[in-house]
């Protein structure tokens, strides 16, 4: 699993609050993912990083920031959390070596997930 | 619209038959192809990775294959066994450096022994 821990494991919180997520790696991988997983949606990329300060947005980036201040931390923050945003959160990571011809093909390691239920 | 399309419904298997998954694409060019497992309440974890100059990969009893004509890869367990019960995703990447990836729904396959 490279290392990736989550926290919190679970939360539930009320629309309208704000909420952060957090993400920890022991590797010091350079890429590193936030996703959220729904029913009939699967995975999304919600944001992701190439480096420290370094951030893009993903395909489902609206109502979600980020930030990566150190190599192993990368925080997703919730400004004020609506009920569409219940979901499960996974944060992955990737090395960054395995660059080719084909582009980065990294394998991307995934953490133990996040349930938020935001009512 | 660009789409990534793996079968919704569960696939149910007898053990120690071929398990075949199916993931479609359309209006993508993948460099490269990824397949994951999931288990229930745990996070993805990889199994292969095919190139789109590459016709098939194996590892032990999986076979991955990936035909750019036809925009799919195929998906095989031989041999199956109740352990490999779970849901399995691809995901294509394309020629960046990001290493993004866009998954496909998941395909959840039951082994019965």
């Known amino acids: 699993d490279a290392g990736i821990t989550q926290s919190p494991r679970h939360k539930v919180t009320e629309t309208g609050t704000p909420v952060t997520l957090r993400c920890h790696q022991t590797?010091?991988?350079?890429?590193m993912y936030w996703y959220r997983q729904d029913p009939g949606h699967g995975l999304r990329l919600i944001h992701y990083?190439?480096?420290?300060?370094?951030?893009d947005k993903g395909e489902v980036s609206d109502g979600y920031s980020v930030s990566r201040s150190k190599t192993e931390d990368f925080l997703l923050t919730l400004e004020s959390a609506t009920s569409s945003q219940t979901s499960v959160y996974f944060c992955?990571?990737?090395?960054?070596?395995?660059?080719?011809?084909?582009?980065?093909?990294?394998?991307?390691?995934f953490g133990p997930g996040t349930r938020l239920t935001v009512l | 619209s660009q789409k990534i399309e793996q079968n919704s419904e569960a696939l149910n298997i007898q053990e120690g038959k071929t398990a075949t998954l199916t993931c479609n694409y359309t209006?993508?060019?993948?460099?490269?192809l990824q397949w994951y497992r999931q288990d229930p309440g745990r996070g993805p974890v990889f199994l292969l990775l095919i190139r789109e100059n590459e016709k098939e990969k194996r590892k032990e009893r999986l076979k991955v294959t990936f035909d750019t004509t036809l925009k799919q890869s195929l998906f095989h367990i031989t041999a199956s066994q109740p352990a490999d019960s779970a849901t399995y995703l691809c995901?294509?990447?394309?020629?960046?450096?990001?290493?993004?990836?866009?998954f496909g729904q998941g395909t959840t396959l039951q082994v019965k022994p």
């Open positions: 209006n993508y060019s993948p460099a490269y």
């Open positions: 990083s190439y480096g420290v300060k370094d951030t």
């Open positions: 992955a990571n990737a090395p960054g070596t395995g660059a080719s011809l084909a582009g980065n093909t990294d394998t991307q390691y």
């Open positions: 995901a294509l990447g394309t020629s960046s450096n990001t290493g993004k990836l866009i």
């Open positions: 590797e010091n991988h350079r890429y």
